[in-house]
Nanobody, 122 residues
């Protein structure tokens, strides 16, 4: 069982930056893909970014070049650095983890955090 806890959300003006963190309760570095999804009001949940156990990274086209995902295996923590934020980035951001990259990218990942709100004002 893996428990995930997000932090770092908040309110920021367009063009600003935020850094989200996801702390895992168990050792995820050896076998888990960890990353982020988001869900805006009235919209479906969508993939944002992920980092595999080997350090490979994956991004949605909408955030490439603006967001950077990284992991600290020693601390069982994953970070999402979000720069050049836009109002369209406003959503609840969920940390997620799974042993399968395929399942993760399909959005059917096994473990989810409670979410943290990110609001970008124009």
């Amino acid at each position: 069982q893996v428990q995930l806890g997000e932090s770092g959300g908040g309110l920021v003006q367009a063009g600003g930056s935020l850094r989200l963190s996801c702390a895992a309760s168990a050792r995820t570095s050896s076998a888990y893909v960890v990353g982020w999804f988001r869900q805006a009001p009235g919209k479906e949940r969508e993939f944002v970014a992920a980092v595999s156990w080997s350090g490979s990274t994956y991004y949605a086209d909408s955030v490439k070049g603006r967001f950077t995902i990284s992991r600290d295996n020693a601390k069982n923590t994953v970070h999402l650095q979000m720069n050049s934020l836009k109002p369209d980035d406003t959503a609840v951001y969920y940390c997620a983890a799974d042993r399968s990259l395929h399942l993760f990218l399909a959005g059917t990942t096994t473990y989810w955090g409670q979410g943290t709100q990110v609001t970008v004002s124009s």
